[in-house]
């Protein structure tokens, strides 16, 4: 696992952020076997970058799951992100789980709780001391860190600055994410070089080409590892066209995604396509009925079809 702390190198690439895989039965335990199976076939495919949080339902896990979680993520072959929170308390009482183990960031899950610029910054400050670790801040919305958004990216930077914050997920979407005004407002007040896109490969290439971000995150990336690896590497050789063929591979899936809630479709899509099997997942949260799983399933087979005839492919031909 890496414990070295985040470079901009780092940052420069795919990051999967898969679901967590559990048991049928009581209490649904965590299905480790399964969760081992998804990590390889995303190793196989390029991906070593692995973030669990919102797909993975890390908002709705109890503490002793969280640190079964840790345990097994502190063995990954790779670079291993677990989230904390979302809410204050939440995040202190997982902290100390996390300083036991040599995480060099850990991401915090967006707050949707009363809060404001100020007291966010000075809540965070704590969790990362208590955790041992530096923080991935996780920008999901205009009022993230609280309704007065300037307010709340400057006191972003000045985490950034001060080094408690190592980088930034954006995922504020826009009907067109390549005008985005907050991104922008981001932008000139952080290095872009730590602020990776973080909706998936739907505007990843317009963040990567006209903003000039380092990374990007993927739900989808965990069936098509290889894709997704590939529509990189195109985006870091300015390969536009390239790139933008490989992303619409991926468009029917995100569409389901989208249209029924990003992570119990990828939940369901991973299991549908045969990677690993994912089980149940937690309350809050209701699982795909019967239908959607008969609509989602062609849909996950095709684009789990189009990976392996890349990997398939002969070099130089894919």
Not at 139 to 161: C, H, I
Request: charged share 20%; glycine share 10%.
């Amino acid at each position: 696992m890496k414990t070295t702390p985040v470079s901009y190198e780092d940052l420069r690439g795919g990051f999967a952020v898969p679901p967590l895989a559990r048991k049928g039965g009581a209490g649904r335990p965590l299905d480790f076997a399964a969760n081992e199976r998804l990590v390889r076939h995303m190793k196989d495919g390029g991906l070593t970058r692995f973030l669990y949080g919102g797909n993975a339902f890390l908002y709705h896990v109890t503490l002793s799951e969280y640190a079964e979680l840790l345990d097994w993520m502190s063995g990954l072959d790779g670079w291993a992100i677990p989230s904390l929170g979302p809410a204050f308390g939440r995040a202190l009482d997982q902290a100390p789980l996390l300083r036991r183990h040599r995480f060099p960031a850990v991401m915090a899950l967006p707050c949707s709780d009363p809060r404001d610029a100020r007291g966010l910054e000075a809540g965070l400050r704590e969790i990362a001391a208590v955790a041992g670790t530096s923080l991935i801040l996780y920008l999901k919305s205009e009022d993230g860190f609280g309704p007065d958004l300037l307010a709340g990216l400057d006191a972003v930077a000045r985490l950034v600055d001060d080094g408690t914050c190592a980088a930034i997920k954006y995922a504020v979407v826009r009907k067109d994410p390549s005008v985005d005004p907050c991104l922008t407002a981001l932008l000139e007040r952080v290095d872009r070089r730590l602020v990776v896109s973080g909706i998936g490969e739907r505007p990843a290439v317009a963040h990567l080409r006209g903003f000039s971000l380092p990374g990007f995150t993927t739900g989808s990336g965990c069936l098509a590892p290889s894709l997704t690896s590939a529509l990189f590497a195109a985006c870091a050789r300015s390969d536009w066209n390239a790139a933008l063929e490989l992303r619409a591979l991926f468009l029917p899936l995100e569409d389901k995604r989208d249209q029924w809630g990003p992570a119990r479709v990828l939940h369901a899509a991973v299991e549908l396509a045969g990677v690993a099997g994912t089980g149940p997942i937690p309350p809050f949260v209701t699982a795909l009925g019967a239908e959607q799983r008969a609509a989602l399933e062609p849909v996950a087979h095709e684009l789990y079809r189009l990976e392996a005839a890349r990997r398939a492919a002969p070099v130089g031909r894919a």
